[in-house]
């Protein structure tokens, strides 16, 4: 049985018609329409093909035919419907074709719709090839998902089977001649769904077929291992899980490179947080939570590696800009901020180890020994990430330099002291200085 499904895509006619698809059944057996002996079914490549019946041929002398008719030709079923805009373009290279190769090759179309509309579709087109029509037969022997599909019949045997696209002059030439040929075999997945997401459960494929993915869910129970990789595929991945939209926005401009800009004293959240963010102090598993927690995942050939984090923004804008009229940007503010600055020599923060290394000393300060500043600069904004103002460079140093500093240290004001030592200050000014900038539009 022929199965139909009827979709309702917003996309042009044209589109539509190339997407346009047979869906056919396998079945056991198909019996001969004269004798009702049983024939094997379906074929493939080698197989002998059964000296059946066709009938309600249009443009052909009898209307009826074997394929023992067209014995020492090589035989091209042309599997085709009126609504198929492909199997329409295809047409007129097929007749070319078999006026080129004359009694040497017969291209005999083949269709499921009836002979009536068949004859007078052709009469109104002038189109000389034959048409197989109402066909329930050959549909069952060469079962396939999508027209136009192609079967090669040389000699009694299936010789291939594939897409239009092979049927040319060098080809078929080729093969007239006795020479080897080797020809693409165009394959049908019968477990494909078109109502079902690609790769879901293998629908269509598997996921290593898998080029270019971004996915948001909601809250998902029981998982984690979120982060980023590159897998044996050599795709990159990104996958954050059970996030807040404050924490995806925060790791998409991380994933550009800019930790610092993660933090929460570098983002300005400019929108209603009772309508965007969980409830506080509540679980995310809960009902009352769960449905303002969200799930990314991004997988992308490795060398759009560098382009990840921009990808994810522009990701979480077209979503998060549809659902809550969100858009997450990086722009340049005037804000408080601790300012790091130099005062006096820099004789003690200047490194005088011979080797660099990160070490813990007996009292549980960090200790840098030839480390680049702007890793001092970085683990200090990181430290005081959670003050209103953030913590900007303005020393200017890009020297490597010796320091050892508290890491429990709360008060920003104390640990300002404890600079003060190795020629450094932290100072109150209004900087102008980038931000993760979260706002709501209407």
Not at 28 to 40: E, W
Not at 295 to 307: D, H, N, T
Not at 382 to 389: F, W
């Amino acid at each position: 049985m022929k199965k139909t499904i009827k979709i309702h895509l917003n996309i042009p006619l044209v589109a539509l018609l190339f997407l346009s698809a047979t869906f056919c059944g396998f079945c056991a057996a198909v019996p001969d329409q004269v004798t009702g002996q049983a024939t094997s079914t379906p074929l493939k490549v080698g197989d002998p093909v059964p000296d059946i019946l066709l009938t309600d041929i249009v443009n052909y002398p009898k209307g009826t035919a074997r394929f023992s008719d067209f014995e020492g030709k090589l035989l091209i079923l042309d599997f085709w419907a009126t609504w198929c805009h492909p199997c329409l373009e295809a047409i007129p290279r097929f007749e070319k074709l078999q006026r080129e190769f004359g009694n040497q090759l017969q291209v005999l179309m083949v269709t499921s719709q009836p002979k009536g509309s068949i004859a007078k579709f052709f009469s109104n087109r002038n189109i000389s090839l034959p048409s197989v029509t109402g066909d329930q037969t050959l549909s069952k022997l060469f079962p396939h998902k999508y027209v136009p599909h192609e079967v090669w019949i040389k000699d009694g045997k299936v010789f291939a089977i594939t897409n239009d696209a092979e049927v040319t002059s060098e080809n078929i030439r080729t093969l007239l001649s006795a020479n080897e040929t080797t020809l693409t075999e165009k394959k049908s997945n019968f477990d494909y769904d078109l109502t079902k997401p690609l790769l879901i459960d293998g629908n269509g494929g598997q996921s290593k077929d898998l080029q270019y993915h971004s996915v948001i869910t909601g809250y998902l129970d029981g998982i984690g291992g979120g982060g980023v990789y590159t897998d044996s595929l050599d795709r990159y991945k990104i996958r954050a899980l059970n996030g807040t939209i404050l924490q995806l926005y925060q790791g998409a401009v991380r994933y550009m490179g800019n930790t610092i800009l993660a933090h929460p004293n570098r983002c300005i959240s400019a929108f209603d947080k009772q309508e965007v963010l969980p409830p506080p102090n509540v679980s995310a598993y809960l009902p009352t939570a769960r449905d303002k927690y969200y799930c990314y995942e991004l997988i992308i050939p490795s060398a759009l590696k560098a382009q990840a984090g921009e990808l994810m923004l522009e990701n979480l804008n077209r979503f998060f800009g549809g659902i809550h009229h969100l858009r997450g940007t990086i722009e340049k503010r005037k804000v408080k901020c601790w300012v790091l600055k130099r005062h006096g020599t820099l004789e003690k923060l200047a490194s005088k180890s011979p080797t660099s290394k990160i070490t813990t000393d007996d009292s549980g300060r960090l200790v840098y020994q030839k480390q680049p500043f702007q890793n001092f600069y970085k683990a200090v904004a990181s430290l005081y990430k959670n003050e209103p103002s953030p913590v900007i460079d303005r020393t200017g140093i890009t020297s490597e330099i010796d320091i050892s500093f508290p890491t429990n240290e709360k008060d920003i004001l104390r640990f300002k002291e404890y600079l003060n030592q190795y020629g450094l200050n932290l100072e109150q000014e209004l900087c102008e200085i980038d931000m993760l900038v979260i706002k709501q539009f209407k």
